[in-house]
């Protein structure tokens, strides 16, 4: 298993890969899932609760609006492919690199 978290970037955002636990006591990120982020989620995996639960927690932890983070696959599943815009008015370029800055410090 890779053990460190695969983060790619281009000029519209970044995107890595999330392995959501439901039905977790609270929401916390606890560090890597081969090469997944691995976030608990307090939401059951019912109705796409947990996803819009983990679009929630992303969103707060990289300050954020949920409209700027989305997951683009893996809705189903538990691993999932997460992509997240920057904020508007802010410098695409800069905000880029925070985004990925802030990702790639997470517990691992």
Known sequence: ?????????????????????PRSSKNM??????????VKIKAPPVEGAANKMCIQYMAAC??????????????????????????????PKKEIQRLTSIIEAWPT
Do not use: W
Request: glycine fraction near 10%.
């Open 29 to 38: 990120i606890v560090g890597l899932h081969g090469d997944a982020l691995k």
């Open 62 to 91: 990289l300050d954020l609006p949920k409209s700027c983070v989305e997951i683009k696959s893996g809705q189903s599943g538990r691993t999932k492919q997460v992509r997240v815009s920057p904020k508007a008015g802010r410098d």
């Open 1 to 21: 298993m890779n053990n460190s978290l695969a983060v790619q970037m281009d000029s519209q955002g970044v995107t890595f890969k999330v392995y959501v636990q």
